[in-house]
């Protein structure tokens, strides 16, 4: 089997590592002064690319799930980590329909937790702003939500 990686190089490791035991809900399988990796089989990958007039590079991370209780779930845990939380319920990005929560990591990489509710047929709510999705900052509990429109909370996507 297949497993998709993904390095992402941070400031603080000791910080990192909190954050992503958090977001995993398990603690690193491998774990040095500088390094630290997790072997996950849950979740799977959904991997995206969009040309969209933003930076090369990535984007953002985040995790599927699929159903509500797998989300309000995530979102607890995340929560109970005491990381700020983001949330976008029925909000419509990337040609979908989800309803999701952001939060963003300690080098400040956007992470966004969601679950798809359908398809669309625009890449974001009908009159928003060319892009939408990621918050573009990691001081989350500083951005404005708007539940009808991703787009109020900055540039990038899906």
């Given at each position: 089997m297949k497993r998709f990686h993904v390095h992402v190089s941070v400031e603080d490791i000791e910080d990192s590592i909190r954050f992503y035991s958090a977001m995993f809900n398990t603690a690193p399988t491998v774990q040095k002064p500088d390094?630290?990796?997790w072997m996950l089989e849950d979740p799977r990958i959904n991997f995206a690319i969009?040309?969209?007039?933003?930076s090369a590079g990535v984007n953002h991370l985040g995790i599927q799930v699929d159903s509500d209780n797998e989300l309000a779930a995530l979102q607890a845990q995340l929560e109970a980590a005491n990381l700020s939380v983001v949330s976008e319920p029925?909000?419509?990005c990337c040609y979908a329909e989800?309803?999701?929560h952001w939060t963003t990591d300690p080098s400040g990489i956007a992470w966004e937790s969601y679950r798809t509710l359908g398809s669309a047929p625009t890449y974001n709510r009908a009159g928003a702003q060319a892009t939408c999705c990621a918050p573009p900052s990691p001081k989350l509990?500083?951005?404005p939500t708007d539940a009808t429109n991703c787009c109020a909370l900055g540039s990038g996507c899906c």
């Open positions: 390094y630290a990796k969009s040309q969209r007039g933003a029925q909000t419509t989800s309803d999701k509990q500083t951005l």
